[in-house]
């Protein structure tokens, strides 16, 4: 997860929404990406879509079903789809998003996905609000 | 819907899963995409999404507000996250998903998005069931 929170960092660096994840197979990371709908003027370039389309291509093969992924924030409903299409084993993620979160529209994920939210939660929060803050002011 | 069907008839020449889409504004196309999930090893690579990026892309912004996706299958959780996301304004589909589609996970569109299912419902479900019949046989 500080791996994650090291891409969030590099986001918000950029003036991208700061969300970090990383993919992880065997103890190594075969996967790091951040936020860039930006950059890419494109709502599906989340930090777990760049992940999963980079660890796919790494392993040459779509399906991720010996990894965990990483990530800074709760999944929102897309990307909790891709990780549900891409067969991911576990999700760990750092702070919850009440309003677009995965959770909040109750989806339910693969029943084979381990799923553990909260972790370096308030580090993922906190980075989150100092960026809206900013924009704000 | 025709022209997401030309696209779905593409996916299928090219040994895709034959799901085609075209998002449309002020009555001109302006994207078309298909399945290009095996091609590029990537399950996030649905029509839907190659759709939305592309028309993004044409827009040079996000969002597409005024702008419909017509796409031969009903979308999965994945599809309609992107599509919230966009902010698109209508989707119409073709033949229903009863196990992957974004109905069966009860999954809400976005309030401001009008959504009709069962658009040439009948030849968006053929060109799947021929491609699933001649995959197995």
Redesign the interface.
């Known amino acids: 997860m500080k791996q994650a929170l090291v891409e969030a960092q590099k986001a918000y660096d950029a003036n991208e929404v700061p969300v970090g994840a990383v993919i992880v197979t065997n103890n190594t990371i075969i996967a790091r990406a951040h936020n860039l ?2 950059r890419l ?4 370039a989340h930090a777990e ?1 760049q992940a ?2 980079a660890a ?2 790494f392993l ?4 991720l079903n010996d990894c965990t992924l990483y990530v800074t924030l709760e999944p ?7 990780i ?3 067969q991911l084993s576990g999700i760990v993620f750092g702070a919850e998003d009440p309003k677009r979160g995965f959770q909040q ?4 994920p693969h029943p084979k996905a381990k799923v553990f939210g909260g972790v370096m939660a308030e580090e993922s929060k906190m980075i989150l609000q100092d960026f809206f803050r900013k924009k704000r002011a």
Do not use: F, P, S
């Open positions: 709908t930006e003027h494109d709502v599906t879509m999963i389309t796919a291509n040459n093969g779509k399906y929102c409903v897309m990307c909790m789809g891709a549900y299409w891409a529209a109750q989806l339910i």
